[in-house]
């Protein structure tokens, strides 16, 4: 399904079930296609699961604008908007937990019930004079530039530190072929400029502004999000926020502790 945001910019939304509803927001370079296994593993327990593929992303269009954290934010009020949601739960992955957070400040959070951040990139990646245990900008822009070189290489590079294996994570050959495969689907126009935007967009203070109930979950041996960058960070922003570490867990954390996950998914949302 499909719908046109404020920019005529024509996104895909998948949306399955019925009950009260759970809108998932995918993480850099992946698409509603992420969250396999999740998406029945709600339905079945009777909600309404909305996912949309970000600009750029999946089966969306790929307008040459709009990378940016606030165009993210402005295209998920577009789809609350037209689906008319209200009282729902955001489940976000990595770099959507900007949007979503972008999205709280922007528009408030009269229609959101609750919040869960999943492996965020939040608060603040970049390293600066009041953010010392951020990772230095010539690191990020190497990173991006090895991205820019060679995606298929650096994403199968990226594999075993992804899933964190070399801790015991079973993960099947298959299974690491299908997610790059998945990160392999955006335009590379896509992936560079909203890898950048995250990448150096402060969300300090808009973060120790969410005032829904809200649950982060980081994995302690994440490589794409380090804990103490990320989720450590945001934690001591919202102190009254349910707070998870999986030990061993890298960043993708929804396949290799899927189980765990959606557990505790579950139990916050009907707590």
């Given at each position: 399904?499909?719908?046109e ?13 019925q ?65 008319d ?37 939040l ?16 690191i ?16 199968a ?31 590379p ?5 909203s ?27 994440d ?13 001591e922003?919202?102190p ?13 954390v ?5 189980e765990?996950l959606?557990?505790?998914?579950l ?5």
């Amino acid at each position: 399904m499909f719908f046109e945001t404020r920019d005529g910019t024509k996104l895909a939304y998948e949306d399955y079930g019925q009950g009260d509803p759970i809108l998932f927001v995918h993480g850099a370079m992946l698409s509603t296609d992420m969250w396999e296994y999740q998406f029945p593993y709600f339905v079945e327990r009777g909600y309404r699961v909305i996912g949309l593929d970000r600009r750029g992303h999946g089966r969306s269009d790929r307008p040459s604008t709009g990378y940016d954290v606030e165009t993210g934010a402005d295209d998920l009020a577009d789809l609350i908007e037209y689906l008319d949601l209200r009282n729902f739960t955001v489940i976000t992955h990595s770099m959507g937990g900007h949007e979503a957070v972008s999205y709280l400040a922007r528009y408030g959070d009269s229609r959101v019930a609750r919040l869960a951040l999943v492996s965020a990139l939040l608060p603040f990646m970049k390293q600066t004079d009041d953010n010392p245990h951020g990772i230095p900008e010539a690191i990020i822009e190497a990173t991006l530039a090895r991205v820019r070189r060679e995606r298929p290489r650096w994403l199968a590079g990226q594999a075993q530190a992804y899933f964190a294996t070399h801790l015991g994570n079973d993960v099947s050959p298959a299974l690491v072929e299908s997610v790059i495969a998945q990160c392999l689907t955006p335009s590379p126009w896509a992936v560079l400029h909203s890898q950048r935007a995250v990448l150096n967009t402060d969300l300090r203070k808009e973060v120790a502004a969410v005032t829904v109930p809200t649950l982060i979950v980081h994995g302690d041996a994440d490589f794409s999000a380090p804990i103490d960058v990320t989720g450590r960070r945001t934690a001591e922003l919202l102190p009254k926020a349910d707070y998870k570490e999986y030990p061993g867990a890298g960043h993708g954390v929804y396949i290799t502790h899927q189980e765990q996950l959606n557990a505790d998914l579950l139990a916050f949302i009907q707590s």
